[in-house]
């Protein structure tokens, strides 16, 4: 996978909010693994945005809003997964 970090996102990502403790490696990492979990998201001004909730490095499950262009994935945030966003991870893993 490829990713495009737009310096407004990695900034927002990982500078903007210090304590969610977020690296650009931490962030990438949570789509290499098999269990992840997408859902379509929101869209805004045309473009199509999807939350992935795995977890990373870290083993903390998180969610990363991103959008998919020229096969690119460009994260726009990260966050820890709050207690709903858990149980849906854990619902609809595959391999469970």
């Not at 939350?51 to 990373?56: C, F, H, P, Q, R």
């Amino acid at each position: 996978m490829q990713f495009e970090w737009d310096p407004h996102n990695l900034r927002h990502v990982i500078e903007d909010h210090p304590e969610r403790k977020n690296t650009v490696e931490e962030v990438e990492s949570v789509f290499d693994d098999p269990n992840l979990v997408i859902k379509t998201g929101t869209r805004l001004g045309g473009e199509q945005r999807f939350n992935a909730v795995d977890t990373g490095n870290s083993q903390i499950i998180n969610v990363v809003v991103f959008t998919v262009d020229k096969r690119l994935i460009r994260p726009i945030s990260c966050w820890p997964a709050n207690k709903q966003t858990i149980r849906y991870y854990h619902e609809n893993i595959k391999g469970k």
